[in-house]
């Protein structure tokens, strides 16, 4: 069964190095989304991209993060400056498009900034 | 303000029971609402999804209600087995602006750990 997958699983920085989490959607998928988890929090939304444009974004996603399909089966997630409080479990989630709402998350890469 | 609270942060059940886990939510007017299972250290994974004009949704051992007028769904595991033991989360979504064109987003709530003992 097709799965989403990300990489790496573990991504340790320094404060205010840029860093690239890396996510390989499910092939047809059309939706692509982030969200973040804080440990011990909730999931929360970050942003959802659709035909090479973002689709929305929430209040967490300010101008140190970017986000980009360089090609056919990557999307990506960049932090600028990384902070002690983007330490996190970033998903990488697709979905079918055509007005199908399911998202398939992928396993996460485990941000630590020290 | 808008708001998703899923009834507890934690359920113990016996196994072979029913689990009943709530979610409720205030100012929001969902299009459709999910719910996920949450294993630990992993990414959610899709349950069941149901539609704000549809009232339940089955499928195999898990049963989903939406009741849009008390603003809350239902989310039933019967025959429950330590198997099912997680995280359990529903997530709101919003109609898209341009629907089919725009890929929304999904608001989840705080999770409730579903514990089955045998």
């Known amino acids: 069964e097709p799965e989403v997958t990300q990489t790496p699983s573990h991504q340790v920085t320094q404060m205010g190095q840029e860093v690239i989490l890396r996510c390989v959607p499910i092939?047809?998928?059309?939706?692509f989304y982030w969200y973040r988890q804080i440990l011990g929090q909730k999931v929360e939304f970050l942003v959802s991209?659709?035909?090479?444009?973002?689709?929305?974004k929430s209040e967490i996603f300010d101008d140190q993060f970017s986000v980009e399909r360089p090609d056919g089966s990557n999307f990506t997630l960049k932090i600028r400056s990384t902070k002690l409080e983007d330490s996190a479990m970033y998903f990488c989630?697709?979905?079918?498009?055509?007005?199908?709402?399911?998202?398939?998350f992928g396993p996460g890469t485990r941000l630590t900034v020290l | 303000s808008q708001k998703i609270e899923q009834n507890s942060e934690a359920l113990n059940i016996q196994e072979g029971k029913t689990a009943t886990l709530t979610c409720n939510y205030t100012?929001?007017?969902?299009?459709?609402l999910q719910w996920y299972r949450q294993d630990p250290g992993r990414g959610p994974v899709f349950l069941l999804l149901?539609?704000?004009?549809?009232k339940e949704k089955r499928k195999e051992r898990l049963k989903v209600t939406f009741d849009t007028t008390l603003k809350q769904s239902l989310f039933h595991i019967t025959a429950s087995q330590p198997a099912d033991s997680a995280t359990y989360l529903c997530?709101?979504?919003?109609?898209?602006?341009?629907?089919?064109?725009?890929?929304?987003?999904?608001?989840f709530g705080d999770g409730t750990t579903l514990t089955v003992k045998p």
């Open positions: 989630a697709s979905g079918p498009g055509q007005g199908v709402a399911t998202q398939y």
């Open positions: 092939s047809n998928h059309l939706y």
């Open positions: 991209f659709y035909n090479n444009e973002i689709s929305e």
């Open positions: 100012n929001y007017s969902p299009a459709y």
């Open positions: 149901i539609r704000e004009n549809e």
């Open positions: 997530a709101l979504d919003m109609p898209p602006t341009i629907y089919n064109t725009n890929a929304g987003k999904s608001t």
